[in-house]
Nanobody, 124 residues
Framework: QVQLIESGGGLVQAGGSLRLSCAASGRTFRSDSMGWFRQAPGKEREFVAAINWNGRNTYYADSVKGRFTITRDNAKNTVYLQMNSLKPEDTAVYCC?????????????????WGQGTQVTVSS
């Protein structure tokens, strides 16, 4: 069982940076792959980034590649999303999720646990 709580969202100007955190509780965190998703009003949920259990494999959506970095610190039971060079189109509610799949996945249905989300707003 895993519980996830996101933090770090806020309002930032275009070109700025934010770091999101996802704090996990529960004994399965070490073996779980983790992902970040986002959803803007009126739009479908979109995959952002994923990281495997030991942090050695990562995958990014083309829209954020080169700007966002996903990392994890298993000793702190925390996953991070560093967001640089933010654009107005990055505005969304960002959620972290955990999956027991052996490899990282971009499919929301393969994630078992979800955080409540944190709002990111990027102004022009």
């Amino acid at each position: 069982q895993v519980q996830l709580i996101e933090s770090g969202g806020g309002l930032v100007q275009a070109g700025g940076s934010l770091r999101l955190s996802c704090a996990a509780s529960g004994r399965t965190f070490r073996s779980d792959s983790m992902g970040w998703f986002r959803q803007a009003p009126g739009k479908e949920r979109e995959f952002v980034a994923a990281i495997n259990w030991n942090g050695r494999n990562t995958y990014y959506a083309d829209s954020v590649k080169g700007r966002f970095t996903i990392t994890r610190d298993n000793a702190k039971n925390t996953v991070y999303l560093q967001m640089n060079s933010l654009k107005p189109e990055d505005t969304a509610v960002y959620c972290c999720a955990a999956t027991s799949e052996m490899s990282i996945t971009t499919t929301p249905g393969q994630y078992d646990y979800w955080g409540q989300g944190t709002q990111v707003t990027v102004s022009s």
